[in-house]
């Protein structure tokens, strides 16, 4: 089973509308991180989160970390044609180590 | 700065050979890892580098191999390869840890 869940797998919105994705572990996360992947090609960075309660903000995507440090949600505001892709979350998923796993990610598509 | 950088982008290989694929991580990251994406499994990580040696594993059958170099370069080689091997390699680098990974394109291979 996976260690990280996502919800949903897929999500098809119209545009202007808002959304969120959620990453859901039975640990401790000691690292969350949000990527985006555009079809067949590499992970781009969206934000880090670390600290219980810790939420960042950028343009129109928000993303939370709760505070028992295992639930997270990435909250699109206003969505465009331009957010269409996979989200992924992925997590440290122990401290001092470099193991980083991923969820099992969000295909979003966005209609004009 | 440069990115990451995973040579070739694409492949081609029959069943039986073997195949080796290269990532250049970002200048001064010296933590590399390798993971293996398929539509039915998702991001999955095989292994992961540093300085020169290998730290953690994910649960690959050792026809899967890797290693590093003193430059921090990477090199994975898969062995006697099978059509369910066909997938994205992605190779990512990492600065200090708790730092955020940086995606390489990926390598397509696809196997006959």
């Known amino acids: 089973s996976q260690e990280l869940e996502q919800s949903p797998q897929s999500l098809i919105v119209q545009e202007g509308k808002n959304l969120t994705i959620n990453c859901t572990s039975s640990?401790?996360?000691?690292?969350l991180y949000w990527y985006k992947q555009k079809y067949g090609e590499g992970l781009i960075f969206l934000m880090m989160?670390?600290?219980?309660?810790e939420e960042k903000s950028h343009e129109k995507i928000t993303a939370k970390l709760d505070e028992k440090k295992q639930q997270s949600s990435l909250h699109i505001t206003a969505s465009q044609p331009s957010h269409a892709g996979i989200y992924l979350c992925?997590?440290?998923?122990?401290?001092?180590?470099?193991?980083?796993?991923f969820g099992t990610g969000t295909r979003l598509k966005v209609l004009a | 700065k440069a990115g990451v950088t995973q040579t070739p982008r694409y492949l081609i290989k029959t069943r039986g050979q073997q195949v080796t694929l290269s990532c250049s991580p970002i200048?001064?990251?010296?933590?590399v890892s390798w993971y293996q994406q398929t539509p039915g499994q998702g991001l999955q990580f095989l292994f992961e580098?540093?300085?020169?040696?290998?730290?953690n594993k994910g649960n690959f059958p050792g026809r899967f191999s890797g290693r590093q170099f003193s430059n921090s370069r990477s090199e994975m080689n898969v062995s006697t390869l099978e059509l369910g091997d066909s997938a994205l390699y992605l190779c990512?680098?990492?600065?200090?840890?708790?730092?955020?990974?940086?995606f390489g394109q990926g390598t397509r291979l696809t196997v006959v």
């Open positions: 990512a680098s990492r600065g200090p840890l708790g730092s955020e990974a940086f």
């Open positions: 640990k401790t996360l000691y690292g």
């Open positions: 989160l670390q600290k219980g309660g």
């Open positions: 992925g997590a440290d998923m122990a401290s001092g180590t470099y193991k980083y796993i």
């Open positions: 200048s001064g990251h010296r933590s």
């Open positions: 580098y540093f300085s020169e040696t290998q730290r």
